[in-house]
């Protein structure tokens, strides 16, 4: 009975999270489109300069926004249980720093606009300076939805903000308000998730203040702040440097090409981290091993992600031309460089989530100490060469930090290096599969940026055709994953009623 019930168990936990996975892809995969076309509308209105502008002022918001990094939403969905005061504790420390971080911005937003001459910072970040205090009442019923693994609630709540915020920036846009324009689409997706969490997590609405466990909590949070202060003033300091030494166009290109790998990325980890996050959590709870779940959760992301980021690296010009214009032919050379840098960070993007759960944080301080300054002084060298070299530079950063993570992981979910050789050997061919046809259409082409789009549509749509043969010939997780969900949506056929007799 008892190994029963363990399977039953086991079954029903696979099928919520295939639940799970159903719902956010459908809800990412519609506002990827969404995003996809808006984020093209609006970089052929603005240009980039402005959007340089934008992206400064987000930074800055960004490099605050890390005081906020308390792991608050990882405690609450971690909590063995929730009761009213550790509820009234959270909701306290998460307002307080919510109104620091407001208030800091306000201060900074006179210092950085007088910094880098430019007032367009200074407006942004008087209006992004709401956003804070909006999240006041957002946290708790959002983290409270995630834990109870509702998330068809989580992709609801995705699909409308985004979609109104998005369609809103447009609005904006056109209507002649400038990069003011992105400011104002931020403002109004925190209103409407907060709305929204609210609505579908009314049962865990709080507003009262209380202290009752703060010791634990704080403890927890110093923890995660330490790790999210060094990764990311890492990351707005390096933006911070590039703006200066390279200029606000150079920026701007910088982060339109990182923001064509960060929409893929980013989407994926809200697909599936925030889903598999719950699960393992839940199984180190249990003491359950990680290895099976990792392992085949690695074979997913490589055998998807790796394909997707070379492709975009061999096809980045005719992409860049397509969807915004001659003016972003800087960004060409920073995307397919940015795009390699991805691809390398993908076996180690489980790594902060595997940390958490497993209570390794202080020794993920310790790697971040080490590994943080040293990236940041590559990249400040990148700056002073070549916005190119600048980006080569994130590929050194993903080589090191694989390098540091890899020996840990492997003995967090109980793998060793001979379970990856396969995985990343198929991922390779998968890979090779994917962009050879590509590949060979744009040498032909000397590699051109106007290489005719008929062509590379063709030889992209090939290489996706033998990657998914090549996915088939190895019974691959996605294919199986693929043919399930086939299964599932075919008719099942009458069955005919047995004859009189």
Not at 11 to 38: E, P
Not at 295 to 321: C, M
Not at 350 to 366: C, G, P, Y
Request: with cysteine.
């Amino acid at each position: 009975m008892g190994c029963q019930r363990s399977e039953h168990s086991r079954n029903t936990g696979v099928a919520s999270i295939r639940h799970s996975f159903a719902w956010m892809t459908v809800a990412n995969g519609s506002l990827f489109a969404l995003q996809f076309v808006v984020s093209i509308l609006i970089a052929r209105l603005l240009g980039p300069y402005e959007m340089g502008i934008f992206a400064i002022a987000l930074s800055i918001v960004g490099m605050l926004s890390i005081f906020r990094s308390f792991g608050l939403g990882t405690y609450l969905i971690r909590a063995p249980e929730l009761d009213r005061p550790l509820l009234a504790t959270l909701f306290t420390i998460n307002a307080a720093l919510a109104l620091v971080i407001a208030l800091a911005i306000l201060l900074l937003s006179a210092v950085g606009g007088a910094l880098l001459k430019e007032p367009g910072v200074r407006d942004l970040l008087l209006i992004l300076a709401i956003s804070p205090v909006i999240g006041i009442f957002d946290f708790i019923p959002a983290s409270g939805i995630e834990r109870r693994g509702e998330f068809r609630s989580v992709a609801l709540v995705n699909v409308f903000r985004y979609s109104i915020a998005n369609v809103a920036t447009l609005y904006f846009a056109y209507s002649g308000h400038g990069y003011m324009s992105l400011g104002y689409g931020q403002i109004i997706s925190a209103v409407i998730s907060a709305a929204l969490n609210n609505l579908f997590g009314r049962r865990l609405i709080v507003i009262e203040f209380g202290l009752q466990h703060w010791r634990d909590v704080m403890r927890f949070g110093t923890q995660m702040l330490t790790i999210s202060m060094i990764g990311g003033l890492q990351g707005r300091i390096s933006d911070l440097l590039l703006s200066k030494f390279l200029g606000l166009g150079a920026f701007g290109l910088f982060s339109r090409a990182t923001s064509l790998t960060g929409v893929l990325w980013e989407n994926i980890q809200a697909i599936i981290l925030r889903v598999m996050i719950v699960d393992f959590a839940e199984q180190r709870r249990r003491k359950m091993s990680l290895r099976h779940s990792y392992l085949r959760l690695i074979q997913v992301l490589t055998g998807f992600l790796w394909p997707a980021f070379a492709g975009i690296a061999v096809v980045s010009g005719p992409l860049v031309i397509l969807l915004f214009g001659e003016n972003w032919a800087g960004a060409i050379a920073p995307l397919s460089i940015l795009s390699v840098s991805a691809a390398l960070f993908v076996p180690i993007m489980l790594a902060w989530d595997i940390f958490v759960i497993s209570n390794e944080t202080a020794r993920q301080t310790r790697i971040e100490i080490i590994r943080a300054p040293i990236s940041l002084g590559l990249f400040a060298i990148g700056c002073l060469i070549s916005l190119e070299a600048a980006a080569a530079m994130k590929i050194v950063e993903a080589v090191m930090m694989f390098l540091f993570y890899r020996p840990h992981l492997e003995r967090l979910t109980d793998t060793r290096w001979a379970d990856y050789a396969s995985i990343y050997g198929r991922s390779l061919l998968l890979t090779l599969a994917a962009v050879l046809p590509a590949g060979i259409a744009m040498t032909l082409c000397g590699w051109s940026a106007h290489a005719p789009l008929p062509v590379v549509f063709t030889s992209v749509g090939a290489g996706v055709l033998a990657w998914a043969c090549l996915l088939w010939f190895f019974e691959h997780p996605i294919f199986e994953e693929v043919r399930r969900v086939v299964a599932r949506l075919r008719p099942t056929p009458a069955v005919a009623a047995a004859p009189p007799l």
